[in-house]
């Protein structure tokens, strides 16, 4: 069995990265498997070595040992091999379309408008598909995934239509995530894929990029998330608590002030607690966790995060 931990390395680390990077890590310790951290840089636009060198370090202090360390970057050859076969295979096609065409249009299962695969009978520059500067599109079959998770989600979808066939390559010349992420685990032999709810609708397109890849489909599991009151004038991502609109975690929980409030195994106990492996938030180290850890006890719901007095307190709801 080997999982992964994959945060895009766009932003300082907050809770909600290192409550997921604790529960893949559990996970895979407890069943006596490996796990791989892997940064995601890809995208030059947001991404910054120094965040990438804070998630490792972030990862350290909490007491999270990774058995190897992926650089997506490094990753480039793999990624545009994904797309020469592709293109071989007729797969690949340009799209001009732009979000703001699309916006007024059809919503999509991840809360963006869907693409109507518009541009599917664009053929790509008889130079071959380096030589566009255009988005680059895979043509999805057009059947459906049927796929229910280890924690009993339904994920099943037509992703071709539910979704729109999925960029795999930014007009910017940035590998789009929906590409990467399939090839990265596939190389990596990935068994195990445990994430954030906020990702499960894209895995349908993950699935049909893999079968088109030859590639194996590894388990899933998507768990809960920690979010925070929404700032006023913030497009809410979601409203779990009646009138308190929540929000996911931003920066208003750097890692680098958690380190100033609190030390790891302190932080790793209220994180332990959030997820239903402690029945109170005391210091502990994460190995302390393995034998015991269960996902029957980690929360279904997501949780709320904060500053107190004390420190981070996570909840169930903000107003407590
Ligand atoms: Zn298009």
Known sequence: MISRFAPSTTGEAHPGTLLAALLVWLDARSRGGRALLRLEDLDVTRTRAAWAAQLVEACDWLGLAWDAVVVQSDRRAAHE??????????????????????AGGRRAPDGS?????????????????RATPDALRVRLDDDRVELIDD????????????????????????IAYQLAVVVDDGDAGITDVIRGRDIAPSTATQVMLQRLLGLPTPRYRHHFLLLEPARAGASSEADHAGACKLAKLHGSLPFSQLRA????????????????????????????????????????????????????????????
């Open 151 to 174: 924690g009993g989600l339904d994920l099943s979808q037509t992703p071709a239509h539910e979704l729109g066939d999925p960029v795999v390559r930014r007009r910017d010349g940035v």
């Open 113 to 129: 408008w869907a693409y109507d695969n518009t541009c599917r009978d664009r053929a790509l520059p008889a130079a071959g598909w």
């Open 261 to 320: 409030r609190h030390d790891g195994p302190a932080l790793c106990g209220i994180l332990a607690h959030a997820a239903g492996q402690l029945a109170a938030p005391a210091p502990c180290a994460p190995l302390d966790l393995v034998a015991a850890f269960d996902w029957q006890r980690v929360p279904t719901r997501d949780r709320v995060a904060r500053w107190t007095e004390h420190g981070l307190a996570i909840t169930d709801d903000a107003a407590r």
């Open 81 to 102: 091999a994904a797309l020469d076969a592709f293109a071989a295979a007729g797969q690949l096609y340009p799209c001009t379309c732009s979000r703001a065409a699309r």
